[in-house]
């Protein structure tokens, strides 16, 4: 029998998110730096007759796995924008919080339009082209490396920045599921300016986010303590915030301190 493909679905991370304004279809501006991380959530492929999906793992009772699920769906315009017929079992072990701001599902659905163009032997040209209507982030986490996005945060320019892959960083979550809807439409509309030194910059939906999940400020005030942290962060629209550490020993000190309520994974930046 042939061994399921396997792919990690990192975890993505918005260094700086700035919100500039609307666009004519009504989503917001962005300028926003994406990484990626070295975990995530797994996802593994099979050949079969029809499309199936089973989820595992740590937040699988937290997920919809039935038909609205990011992985079939990004599965079904697969199969429909290349024409095949083909079918495939999938396997999606779910180690991510779900609504977290750090792309769980679109990273899911961009893990699936991989795995299932190398499975059915397909032009990749067909993934690219479905991403951006299974969400925002999908493009961004189809491509899985550090991007500088505009528009709608799917418009992506690959960026080389020296010293930032291999640094070590802790993901923590304070377990309380955010949705992305509420923390933009509470956004304050002003314009604080472009996106120059992402570690200058900052996230505009922190306030927003925090307004809804105070937690989210008690996170980040924690990982300000930590001693090697070089800069702490909330992610995407949150509520998992994020700190970059000097070394890898300081992360693991600091993972080690957290909070046990609280859910964190200590990784790398890609």
Do not use: Y
């Not at 922190?206 to 307004?211: C, D, K, M, T």
């Amino acid at each position: 029998m042939r061994k399921p493909a396997v792919d990690i679905a990192a975890a993505k991370l918005n260094l700086a998110l700035h919100v500039r304004g609307r666009l004519a279809d009504g989503r917001h501006r962005l300028e926003t730096l994406f990484a990626f991380c070295t975990d995530g959530d797994r996802l593994s492929a099979a050949p079969a007759d029809d499309l199936l999906l089973t989820v595992t793992g740590p937040f699988a009772a937290a997920l919809d796995d039935g038909e609205d699920n990011l992985v079939l769906r990004a599965a079904r315009a697969l199969r429909k924008r290349s024409g095949t017929s083909a079918g495939a079992a999938l396997q999606l072990d779910k180690r991510l919080p779900v609504a977290s701001g750090i792309g769980g599902g679109s990273a899911d659905a961009a893990a699936a339009l991989r795995l299932l163009t190398a499975l059915w032997r397909i032009d990749p040209a067909h993934a690219t082209a479905v991403a951006p209507g299974l969400g925002s982030d999908v493009p961004a986490c189809l491509l899985s490396l550090t991007a500088r996005g505009e528009g709608g945060g799917d418009e992506l320019r690959p960026v080389q920045l020296d010293g930032l892959a291999g640094t070590p960083v802790l993901l923590v979550n304070p377990r309380v599921p955010l949705a992305t809807g509420p923390v933009f439409a509470g956004w304050d509309g002003v314009d604080r300016g472009p996106l120059g030194d992402w570690r200058a910059g900052r996230n505009d939906l922190e306030p927003s986010a925090h307004r809804l999940v105070p937690e989210i400020g008690t996170v980040l005030d924690w990982l300000l303590e930590q001693d090697g942290v070089d800069l702490a962060r909330m992610s995407g629209s949150g509520a998992t915030c994020f700190g970059l550490f000097a070394d890898e020993a300081a992360r693991d000190r600091a993972a080690a301190a957290c909070p046990p309520q609280w859910w964190h994974l200590a990784t790398f930046l890609r």
